[in-house]
């Protein structure tokens, strides 16, 4: 009878555990970045990692692949299926080569939502934008002159990878705005990969090859901040000067050194926070995330979905001498 009693007592000790766990991470939604070991996606996590503290039993699990590739994404996009998430939420190194696995995700009834840099519409329910793609490449045409005598002057651009979809965006919209700049003129266009030694041989290249570019714009925080290193190391400050897309946080130096005057952007711990909180609302079915509809972002406000099935949560926020002492405390 004794041993009855124990193993009831086991038994019920075990179930409470196991009912424990449940609630502790009732909704488990996989954060898909480009690549571990970026900053900007660290500090997007930290915001993820508030809305799931916020909302309640949910488990936001923080992945991507070592290096920028779009096979290395579906890896992790099959991992997270084995592992029964409710929800992902991606920023994808390539629109449509992981399509096929958020499909098979959403077959197992995953929601499944793109942020930053986009997965085509039929990969996913809806987009978030950090900003309007417009008003980005404005910013960094903006930024550009900004940084030129009069405003006149040779430039060049350090992207990410060719297939990123958010960058490449930007790039066009650079292009298609440029005849609104026409003291502006873009010389050529690299591409590091978001690698920050790939970034920085690209930008020391492309600084010899092509002597007369005095402003780098790099919408993206690996380039900016490689790019600002080769300025500084190859004493070109105040000759040259680098901009774009950076965390303060890695680019105090460069605004301190003189490689760049100012540089620009979102703040990432909102973005990563705005992510998970429309994830959490599509899986509780709060919302179906169409066109049109918006939708519950807790200390964010509503979000609302545009007809093309994307959202923009903020405008790019520019930082320079005058606020980089704060601002690089925060991320």
């Not at 660290?42 to 909302?55: F, H, I, S």
């Not at 197992?108 to 309007?132: F, T, Y």
């Not at 550009?144 to 990878?161: N, P, Q």
Request: proline share 3%.
């Amino acid at each position: 009878m004794k041993l009855a009693k124990k193993l009831a007592v086991g038994v019920a000790l075990a179930v409470a555990m196991m009912a424990g766990t449940a609630s502790a991470a009732d909704m488990k939604i996989g954060l898909v970045v480009k690549s571990l070991g970026n900053g900007f996606f660290d500090a997007a996590n930290k915001g993820a990692q508030e809305a799931a503290k916020e909302l309640g039993g949910v488990e936001v699990i923080y992945t991507g692949p070592t290096s920028t590739t779009a096979e290395g994404q579906i890896e992790v996009i099959n991992s997270l299926i084995a592992q029964g998430v409710d929800a992902i939420a991606i920023s994808a190194n390539d629109p449509d080569a992981v399509v096929p696995a958020l499909k098979k995700a959403t077959q197992r009834g995953i929601k499944v939502i793109s942020w930053d840099s986009g997965v085509a519409a039929e990969g996913r329910i809806l987009q978030l934008n950090p900003s309007s793609n417009e008003l980005i490449g404005k910013m960094c045409l903006t930024l550009a002159k900004d940084h030129l005598d009069g405003g006149k002057g040779d430039f060049a651009i350090l992207s990410a990878t060719t297939t990123s979809t958010n960058q490449n965006i930007w790039i066009d919209q650079m292009k298609k705005q440029l005849k609104d700049f026409p003291g502006l003129n873009l010389v050529t266009t690299v591409y590091g990969d978001d690698l920050s030694d790939k970034s920085y041989r690209e930008a020391e290249g492309l600084l010899k090859s092509n002597p007369n570019v005095k402003v780098i714009v790099a919408p993206t925080t690996v380039g900016v901040l490689a790019a600002s290193k080769v300025v500084e190391d190859k004493g070109l400050v105040g000759k040259v000067y680098v901009t774009g897309l950076g965390l303060p946080s890695e680019m105090a130096g460069a605004i301190k050194s003189g490689a760049t005057k100012e540089f620009a952007i979102w703040n990432p711990i909102d973005l990563g926070y705005s992510a998970a909180q429309i994830a959490y609302r599509l899986v509780k079915g709060e919302t179906d995330g169409k066109p049109g509809s918006e939708i519950e972002a807790g200390r964010m406000g509503k979000i609302k979905v545009g007809d093309n099935g994307e959202a923009a949560m903020a405008d790019p926020f520019v930082y320079n001498a005058s606020n980089i002492d704060q601002f690089s405390k925060v991320f």
